[in-house]
């Protein structure tokens, strides 16, 4: 099972990325996936969450109104559309996939104990 991520870079303040998460060797139907965020020294942060269908999403505070989770089932994908982005925002950006609810999935500290994690992608603002 792996979860590959991609899209990141270096984007300047106000600018826009868009992040994607593809899954591979098992199907993701029926499991909220998501993204957490971490800079180095920090602990990792949640950033959004969608159900398995989609039609729940959840975002932290910092990123609502900005960022927008979705997901292709078909294509066993999620994305994460992050708008006005700004220097706080520069981060490694993890992919996540877990059984159980998307809304659990917002309240786990750093994301721990989630089942499926991808690797990074960098994502840098400058100002």
């Known amino acids: 099972v792996q979860l590959q991520a991609s899209g990141g870079g270096l984007v300047q303040a106000g600018g826009s990325l868009r992040l994607s998460c593809a899954a591979s060797?098992?199907?993701?139907?029926?499991?909220?996936m998501g993204w957490f965020r971490q800079v180095p020294g920090k602990e990792r942060e949640f950033a959004a969450a969608?159900?398995?269908?989609?039609?729940?999403?959840y975002y932290a505070d910092s990123v609502k109104g900005r960022f927008t989770i979705s997901r292709d089932n078909a294509k066993n994908t999620v994305y994460l559309q992050m708008n006005n982005l700004n220097p706080d925002d520069t981060a490694i950006y993890y992919c996540?996939?877990?059984?159980?609810?998307?809304?659990?999935?917002?309240?786990?500290?750093?994301?721990?104990?989630?089942?499926?994690w991808g690797n990074g992608t960098q994502v840098t603002v400058s100002s």
């Open positions: 060797g098992r199907t993701f139907l029926g499991y909220a």
């Open positions: 969608a159900s398995w269908s989609g039609g729940s999403t």
């Open positions: 996540t996939a877990d059984g159980r609810t998307a809304s659990f999935m917002s309240t786990v500290p750093m994301g721990y104990g989630l089942e499926y």
